[in-house]
């Protein structure tokens, strides 16, 4: 059975919990009806999810976190567990994005054990992978995202549903987009990788393979038309009720 194209808001760190929960109402209210054929996933910053969750809990839409600790309890001050995030409604979180790896020095290692803990407590894992411009630049690029992928899945079963992100960091915003033709091949050797990592029953039923980076309401069907592309992620036009109801339509068109 084919699995519903998924389309997932990163909200990162924009906005006061408040302003998310009001944002949240307002995809609820204008987006319920298309969040039968697609499946929309809202991640607000760490202190929204309560808020957030309490307009969309009796709705279609579903909650996700952005991220998540490598270890499931502890003295870890500040860090939030797949279990907390499970208590407070989040059914997937993000995991290894290039904010993330870049910026805060997240390893490989640390993308995995984050994995393993999500699963145990069923969150639901949006794993990303990409290269940067000059990993890309120097031929790189397969290297890389081999590499990322392997290391996230290591000791995974693939009993669980996961998604798969491919987000080249050269081509998040203000880079600006990729074209489909950049993507296919990406998608296809992330594609390859999973069936060889897993059998390929598991791969069709629990693996989804998405596409992240500047996605908007203008090119979200090019990405979406891909083979084995079954979804998004999106950052900044996700902040606009407007653009990302033109994402959601547009992935719906997409579905028929």
């Known amino acids: 059975m084919k699995q519903k194209t998924i389309i997932i808001a990163n909200w990162k760190m924009n906005f006061e919990p408040n302003i998310e929960a009001g944002l949240a109402e307002k995809f609820v209210s204008g987006l319920t009806r298309l969040a039968n054929d697609v499946e929309i996933v809202l991640c607000p910053s760490h202190v929204g999810l309560h808020q957030v969750n309490q307009f969309i809990k009796k709705s279609n ?14 003295a870890f001050t500040g860090e939030i567990s797949a279990e907390m995030l499970d208590d407070v409604g989040a059914k997937y979180c993000i995991i290894g994005h290039s ?14 054990q984050k994995v393993l ?3 145990v407590d069923d969150v639901l894992p949006i794993i990303c992978v990409g290269e ?49 033709d950049d993507i296919q091949p990406m998608i296809e050797l992330i594609y390859q990788s999973l069936i060889d990592y897993f059998p390929l ?13 500047s996605v908007d309401g203008s090119n979200v069907s090019g990405f979406l038309e891909l083979d084995k592309v079954s979804g998004a992620l999106v950052g900044a036009a996700s902040l606009s009720y407007d653009k990302f109801k033109t994402i959601i339509e547009q992935a719906k068109k997409n579905t028929c």
């Open 99 to 112: 904010d993330r790896r870049i910026k805060l020095g997240e390893t490989d290692k640390m993308v995995n």
């Open 201 to 213: 029953e598991l791969v069709e039923e629990n693996f989804r393979i998405i596409y992240g980076g």
């Open 61 to 74: 839409l579903v909650l996700g976190a952005q991220n998540m600790s490598w270890v499931r309890q502890g």
């Open 132 to 180: 940067t411009y000059n990993e890309r630049s120097e031929g790189k690029k397969e290297i890389v995202v081999q590499r990322q992928l392997e290391a996230a899945l290591k000791n995974v079963s693939g009993q669980k549903p996961i998604v798969i992100t491919y987000e080249p960091v050269w081509a998040i915003s203000p880079g600006g987009p990729a074209m489909p």
């Open 117 to 119: 803990c999500a699963l």
